[in-house]
C-alpha cells in the first residue's frame, strides 16, 4: 500500500522544534495568527494521521492525546522551563483535552495564543536578563546552576523566575570572564546576546508556530512521523539531490548583518572572485538593474530565498567587505546563478596504509554521510540522476584500480535517506539476494532485495557506525552482518526499525505552487533477512568500541513513544561467511593494539569525560571550583599536543583549546569556519583503528588457512547450492 503513497524514506530525524532561528517576520507586538491555508493543512493532516491506510500505528485524536500534544507544544516552545510561569501553564490549561476537538475543526487559535504569551515572556525574560548584565555577581559563593530543566517545575512566580535568571546570566558572565573577557567586554558581549534572542524569537513567523504546532501532534503518535512547510520541505529535498540554484556561499546570520560563512568551490560566488567568507550582506537585487533590497536584520532563510534562482539569471549582492568597519564603503557584485552542487555532503574516498605482521596494507575508506538520491530526478528517468549508489560505485572502481587490500565503510553519523539507496548499496556487496522486509500496516511482507547480479567490490570488507548511525545504514549494516559479508565496527546503531513516506499536502487539493508542505508520515517497520528487527536493539558490532551514548541518552529507546521491537520469519539468503571463529584473534589484536595508541585513548578518555559530564545535573557558579576545571582541561590539552610533537604526529593545535564563553554567532565567522576545516585534519584514532582491524583479519585469513576455511565454508558449501539460512 505504501509504494503507492510516493516517496520511502528511511531517516532518523529528531522532531521539529520551535528554533529560534536566526531571522524578517511581522513582530509579535500585535501577535502571529493563523492562515487559511495552515487551517486547510491541519486538517489534511489529521486525516493522514488518524488513517490506518496511511499511517502503521494510527492514534485517534481523543483527549487523551490531545492531552500529549498539548505538553508536546509547551516542551517545544520552552523546554527548559524559562519563560512561562505557572499560572501560564494553569490557563493554558483550559485546551489540554481540547486540541483535538480544534484540529479537527482546524482551529489553530489556541495554538497561537500560547505562542503569543511566550513571545510576551520571552521580552520579559531579556530584559530582566539585560538588567542583570550590569550588576555585580559575588563569585566566591558556593551555589549552582542546574544544567538540565526539563524535568523540572513551572515557576509559581515571578520572583523565582529572576532567580533562576540571576543564575544563568551569572553562568554566562562567569564563561566570559575565565575566558580572560573585560568587564565592559562582557557587559556588551551579553546585552547583545540577549536582545537578539528576543530579536530572533519575535522574527519568527506564522508558518513556523504552525510547524512546531503540527509536529507536537505528528510526534505524539510515533517519533517519527512529522510535518514539513513548503520551505522545510524545499530544504529535505536539497538535501537529498545534494544539489540547488544558487551562488555556492553559506551564510550565518551575526548580530543584524547576514554575513558569508563560507564559499562552495568551484561555485559563482568563487568563481566571481569578489565574495569571501565574512563579507555582510546589506542588500539583494535581482538582475542586472533595478531595486535592491535591503536586508539587514532579516532571517538567514529570508536571504537565502532572495539570492537562490533559476540557473543563468543573475543575482546582485552589496557587500560591506569582512575587513570594513559598519560605515565602509559598500561594494556591488553582480553574479550569474547556476547549478550547485553539494559535494561536501556526498560519499568520498581515502587511503589508509597500516603496517601489518606481514607488510603494509592499503585501505580504502569510503565515508558517506547520508544515503542522498535525486528523487525527482530518478522519476524524470533522467540518465544522471544524483544518487549515493552511484557515487559509492564510482569511488569503488576507483580504489580497486589502485589495488586497496580491503575497504571500510564508514557510516559514522549517517541518518538514513533512502530506502532504494540502501538496497542498491548493499548490491555492490553481495552478487543478489534479499536485503530488507518491510511490513505495512495491514501486516503484509515483501521482502526488498538485490537483483541486479555482480558486485563492485568482492575483497575484504568492514563497516563502521556509530550511535548516529541509523535508519538506512542500519538496513545496509545488518544486511552485511547477516550475509556474513564484511565485519561491523565501532558502536551500537541507533535503533530506529520504520520506514517513511512523504506525503504532498498540495496532491490532493491540485495546488500549482507549494500551500500547504508535506508530512512524513511512518508507513512501515523493516526487518534483517534473519528476521529481527533493528527497532531499539540496532546493529550490534563485531568488534565494539567504548560506548559514547547509553540507549537511554539517545537513540530510538530515549522516546517515550517508540514502537517496540518485534521479529517476523526470517527469509532465505545465502550466507558468504561466518567470522566467529576469527573474532576472538581480532579483539585481542585490537585491544593490544590500542593500549599502545595515545590517540585511541585519548579518545576513550574524552568520552569517559564526555559521559561524566552529560551525568551532572548542575554546574558550580564559583570561579575558584570552575578555573580549577578550566585549568585541569587545559594542562590535558597542552600535554597531548606536546605528545603528540614528540611522537611526530601532524595535527593542528585546536583554535579554541577552552571553552571561550561564546556563540556560534558572537565569534569572527571567517576565523571560524576556517578553524572547523582546520579541525578536520586532526587524527581519526576510531577510523584508523577499523583499517587495522581489517588488515588484521586479511593477514590472519592469508596465513591460517585452516582458519580461513572455517569463516568461508559457508562459501563454499553456497556454491555447492547449500549455505541458505532460513
Known sequence: MFKRLGLLLLVALLPFTMAAQSGPGPSADVGLAPTADQAGAAR????????????????????ALSAEIHKRYLDALDGERLFFLAEDIQKFDVWRTRLDDAI?????????????????????????????????????????????????????????????????????VLRLKLAGRKDEEIRKTLDKRYANLE???????????????????????????????????????????????????????????????????????????????????????????GPMTDVVGWRVDDVVDLIRGPKDSVVRLELLPAEAGLDGKHEQVAIVRDKIKLEEQAAKRSILTIDTGDGQRRIGVITLPTFYQDFDARRRNDPDYTSATRDVARLLAELKAERVDGVVMDLRNNGGGSLNEAIELTGLFIDSGPVVQVREAGGRVSVESDRSGGVAWDGPLAVLTNRASASASEIFAAAIQDYGRGLIIGEQTFGKGTVQNLIDLDRWPRNE??????????VAQFFRPTGGSTQHKGVLPDIQFPVTLDASEYGESSYDNALPWTKIAPVPHPR???????????????????????????????????????????????????RAERERIEARRRAREEARKALGIDAPSLARSSDDGLQA??????????????????????????????????????RDHQLASRVHAHVQAERRGFAWVD
Open 199 to 289: 530579536s530572533r524569537i519575535r522574527q519568527l513567523k506564522s508558518e513556523d508556530v504552525f510547524q512546531t504546532f503540527m509536529n507536537a501532534y505528528a510526534t505524539a503518535i510515533e517519533p517519527h512521523t512529522g510535518y514539513m512547510t513548503p520551505r522545510t520541505s524545499e530544504n529535505f529535498n536539497i538535501s537529498m539531490r545534494l544539489s540547488l540554484e544558487g551562488i555556492g556561499a553559506v551564510l550565518q546570520r551575526q548580530d543584524e548583518f547576514i554575513v558569508i560563512r563560507s564559499i562552495v568551490p568551484g561555485g559563482p560566488a568563487a568563481m566571481s572572485g569578489k565574495v569571501k567568507p565574512g563579507d555582510r550582506i546589506v542588500a539583494v537585487g535581482q538582475g542586472r538593474s
Open 44 to 63: 489534511l493532516v489529521y486525516g493522514l494521521l488518524s488513517d490506518s491506510r496511511y499511517h502503521y500505528k494510527p492514534r485517534p485524536l481523543d483527549d
Open 665 to 702: 554567532d558572537e565569534r569572527d565567522v571567517a576565523a571560524d569556519a576556517a578553524a572547523e576545516r582546520e579541525e578536520e585534519r586532526r587524527p581519526d584514532a576510531l577510523l584508523r583503528e577499523s583499517a587495522a582491524i581489517l588488515a588484521d583479519a586479511i593477514e590472519l585469513l592469508s
Open 513 to 522: 505552487t507549494p500551500r500547504f508542505g508535506q508530512v512524513r508520515l511512518t
Open 104 to 172: 479537527r475543526a482546524g482551529n489553530l487559535q489556541p495554538a497561537f495564543d500560547i505562542f503569543n504569551v511566550y513571545v510576551q515572556r520571552v521580552g520579559e525574560r531579556v530584559a530582566h536578563a539585560r538588567a542583570l548584565v550590569g550588576k555585580d555577581f559575588d563569585f566566591g559563593k558556593d551555589e549552582t546552576w542546574r544544567l538540565d530543566r526539563k524535568d523540572q517545575p513551572w515557576a509559581a512566580d515571578r520572583a523565582e523566575l529572576d532567580e533562576l535568571w540571576r543564575q544563568y546570566v551569572k553562568n554566562d
Open 576 to 626: 558468504l561467511g561466518d567470522f566467529g571463529p576469527l573474532l576472538p584473534l581480532l579483539a585481542e589484536r585490537h585491544e593490544a593494539r590500542v593500549a599502545e595508541d595515545p590517540e585511541f585513548q585519548w579518545w576513550r578518555e574524552d568520552v569517559a569525560e564526555y559521559r561524566a559530564q552529560r551525568a551532572r545535573k548542575e554546574i558550580s557558579l564559583n570561579i575558584d571550583v570552575r
